[in-house]
């Protein structure tokens, strides 16, 4: 279930970097308040993430850590959603999840189910296990994963499908 891919790496020195990012941030604003139309729409959905997966494995891990960054702060500012105490695991989970992408993309140079579970495994576990040692209840934790399973769901399933339709572009 591989496709070939056209993948680009843009630096931070590139206009278009910014450009991208932008594109994506102002897609991330209009993504998770759909999501909030649903009760817990967010935690459920973790629509968020679904873009900066599509943004750093199509695009590399600048547009990646952009998108990852300004995402859940410009929600934050306009919304206030993320809530503010929850904003720094976001970030941080958003940054650890444009890493992986990036990375596993820029190896294997398709789009992969694995590799996308992969970075989904990656961002998660890697996380969760972060916020449980700065303090955070195991038993939260793990509710909340389960709970988020129909976004790491559409995570893996839809970002799939995304980045195929996008590998010719």
């Known amino acids: ?11 931070l020195r590139q206009q278009k970097t910014y450009l ?3 594109t994506f941030v102002v897609a991330n604003l209009a993504l998770p308040q759909l999501c909030h139309l649903l009760h817990m729409g967010g935690p459920i959905f ?14 590399g891990l600048s547009v990646g850590l952009l998108t990852a960054i300004l995402s859940p702060l410009t929600n934050w500012m306009l919304f206030g959603m993320p809530p503010a105490p929850i904003l ?16 596993l993309a820029a190896k294997s140079r398709k789009v992969s189910f694995v590799c996308i579970l992969g970075a989904i495994l990656f961002y998660q576990t890697t996380g969760t296990l972060i916020e449980w040692a700065a303090g955070a209840d195991i038993s939260v934790l793990l ?15 839809g970002g799939y499908l995304v980045l ?6």
């Open 20 to 22: 991208i990012a932008l």
């Open 88 to 103: 720094p695991e976001m970030i941080m989970k958003s940054i650890l999840f444009a890493m992986a992408a990036s990375f």
């Open 1 to 11: 279930m591989d496709a070939t891919v056209k993948l680009y790496s843009y630096s």
């Open 164 to 169: 195929k339709a996008l590998s010719r572009f």
């Open 143 to 157: 509710s909340s994963l389960r709970i988020a399973i129909p976004g790491l769901l559409i995570q893996l399933f």
């Open 46 to 59: 973790l629509p968020l993430f679904f873009l900066t997966l599509i943004a750093a494995y199509k695009y």
